[in-house]
């Protein structure tokens, strides 16, 4: 494409060159032009040599020498009847010429020309990419052999997803020692498909088999073998697996597959004629050309297993799929172990806390928290990186920077207090619940607060109660600000949205619901990213059903946050008043607000400063943070 495109610049930057210099050549050399009045008066007052004709266009020279009166010995100009002015001149004395208008004929054999020669520079460029393509070979530009000094990467660079290593293992084993395999009559896998999420390590597990087999490894891209021009993907394929051949044993990882190995069901691709369908089908027949002498293993990744083309996936071609799912909290502690070795970390702090409060985070994320929180640490001028840091870090990925910015009126802030604190206490009152773990009112991207529940483990199925509990939870916001202040703020709308969403899955995809019974009426139709979902068909009178079950769970949760939060109304006050103050609290410093206000009966005492000395949390109490003239208010 350089190629064509300087080439053709160059011819373009040519012809507008070229046609200027005509312009000007023309300009400085044409004759000068009168009107037919000024002719007539020459013809009756001067002698006139010579007219030549080219259709009713006439060039003039006189005999006289040029004078003030007649500024230009010759010029030229139009006549309306040449037929006319031929017969007056009969007896003049001039001599007339007649010529051939060409004129029309030049401009048509110029313009055929300039095609001929446009069509002659794309041919040419074409060819020379071809021919430049080949010398360059594009499968030796993607090669990276374990010699050439790159760096090695081995299943100890990989952590978090041991079944995947396990399963890979012996990829590695039959590239070291195919015989092993051969002497029992088994073959290897041709292909394997790994298939996973964005940044689970598809790619560095790949590098990784490479590097524990210790042989070449071609890297490629599906966007690589796709190009304008029909063929060249294909040629590129073949290209490949011939070097490949060459290099044996070797893998071939192609990642990002689907951007080449799309289903080709419908659609214009369907005749195979397009350049995706003639890339596709070179890498199949390429995949079927090679056996298991030939000590090729293909690996391709991809986050979109469900559009691949059917023959790509069939047994022969990629063998055996590879699941690469998020790790769970021990995958999460292995990454964290393998990235935290590059930063200086505080003696004190505990790497198993750290997994715990990032559940669902991918390889690639928590590399990036591990970074984010070195350099706020850096930012804070610390000598190691803190748990703090990586709380920081953790928040700002979720939720964005903080808004210190933010103007909030007192009003504003005391609504949010009493929100936030609804969360927390229902999440303390109920079972079988995920641990508190931090209450903030300090604005944070699109959040203005949130209430942080850490689980002590991954959870991969949930209960009724649990789930039951989490919309009583998220209701708890809401019922908070309708006891406190007899209203209702916009503040509710991203729990209420979560809320209604569990709800809509208990009924309409887990059966949790008695008057509906154990039947699904919803689907998940997104691919193998997930997603939203969408109900199935079903009778208006179903659908009545359901909504209406619907909102009664959610009415019933709702009525329930109430009735705690009415109960434990002291509770909700005063913390709600501490959250105002020290706007971020833990959940060890709301243990501590929770002990001491179960010493309290009603709103009305009051604990002076000297009860503080018999209090069993005197020594750990935030009543140090709190800075206003009255006595403590737990």
């Known amino acids: 494409m350089a190629i064509l495109a300087r080439n053709l610049f160059i011819f373009f930057l040519f012809t507008i060159f070229s046609g200027g210099c005509y312009l000007v050549w023309s300009i400085e050399n044409r004759l000068p032009e009168r009107n037919y009045s000024e002719f007539r008066y020459c013809l009756s007052h001067h002698d006139i040599a010579d ?27 139009t006549v309306p009847n040449p037929e006319e002015l031929i017969a007056e001149l009969k007896d003049k004395n001039i001599r007339i010429v007649f010529n051939t208008d060409h004129s029309e004929l030049i401009l048509q054999g110029l313009a055929l020309l300039y095609v001929v020669l446009l069509i002659l520079v794309i041919v040419l460029s074409l060819s020379r990419m071809k021919r430049e393509e080949k010398e360059s070979k594009f499968a030796t530009d993607k090669l990276i052999h374990p010699d050439d000094g790159h760096k090695v990467v081995t299943f100890k660079d990989v952590a978090g997803i041991p079944e995947a290593i396990e399963e890979l293992q012996e990829i590695v084993i039959f590239l070291k020692n195919p015989a092993q395999f051969s002497q029992v009559g088994a073959t290897i896998p041709k292909g394997v498909l790994l298939q996973g999420p964005p940044g689970t390590g598809k790619t560095l ?15 490629f891209s599906g966007s690589d073998f796709v190009e304008i021009f029909v063929g060249v993907g294909a040629s590129r394929v073949r290209d490949l697996f011939k070097e490949a051949k060459k290099n044996a044993p070797c893998i071939v990882f192609i990642d990002e597959i689907d951007a080449v190995g799309g289903s080709r069901s419908g659609g214009a691709s369907a005749s195979g004629s397009d350049e995706r369908s003639q890339t596709l089908n070179a890498l199949l027949v390429e995949m079927d050309g090679f056996g298991s002498s030939d000590n090729i293993v293909v690996l391709a990744a991809t986050n979109r297993p469900d559009i691949l083309d059917s023959a790509l996936r069939r047994p022969g071609r990629f063998d055996r799929q590879v699941n690469i799912l998020p790790p769970d909290i021990n995958g999460r502690k292995m990454i964290l172990h393998v990235h935290g070795a590059k930063i200086k970390m505080a003696p004190d702090l505990d790497i198993d806390l750290v997994a715990q409060m990032c559940p669902g985070f991918t390889g690639a994320e928590l590399a990036n928290l591990v970074n984010e929180a070195a350099l706020m640490a850096a930012r804070g001028n610390k000598q190691a990186v803190a748990l703090t840091d990586f709380e920081l870090a953790r928040d700002r990925i979720l939720m964005g920077v903080e808004r210190k910015g933010m103007i909030m009126t007192d009003n504003d802030r005391n609504i949010l207090a009493y929100h936030e604190a609804g969360h927390a206490i229902i999440a303390k009152s109920l079972p079988d619940t995920d641990p508190l773990h931090k209450i903030t009112i300090i604005p944070r991207g699109r959040a203005l607060g949130q209430t942080q529940q850490l689980a002590l483990i991954d959870r991969h199925a949930y209960s009724y109660v649990y789930l039951k509990n989490r919309i009583t939870i998220l209701m708890g916001g809401r019922a908070a600000e309708d006891i406190a202040f007899r209203q209702r703020s916009t503040g509710a709308q991203g729990d209420i949205l979560q809320a209604t969403e569990i709800a809509t899955n208990m009924i309409c995809k887990w059966g949790m619901n008695e008057a509906m019974g154990p039947q699904a009426f919803m689907i998940d139709d997104s691919g193998f990213l997930g997603g939203a979902s969408q109900r199935l068909a079903m009778a208006d009178e179903t659908a009545r059903n359901i909504d209406h079950e619907i909102k009664a769970l959610l009415a019933t949760c709702y009525e329930e946050a109430v009735t705690i939060l009415s109960q434990k109304f002291f509770l909700l006050k005063n913390l709600a008043e501490i959250l105002v103050q020290v706007e971020t609290l833990d959940n060890e410093e709301f243990d501590i607000i929770l002990a001491c206000a179960d010493q309290k009966k009603t709103a009305t005492d009051s604990i002076d400063e000297s009860d503080c000395a018999n209090c069993p949390a005197a020594q750990s109490c935030i009543h140090s943070k709190i800075k206003r003239p009255t006595p403590c208010i737990l």
């Open 51 to 77: 007219m030549i004709f080219t259709g009713n266009r006439v060039v003039i020279s006189h005999r006289a020498v040029e004078t003030s009166s007649n500024p230009g010995f010759t010029y030229i100009t």
């Open 205 to 219: 597990l790949a590098r990784a088999i490479a590097g524990e087999a210790r042989v070449p490894f071609y890297s």
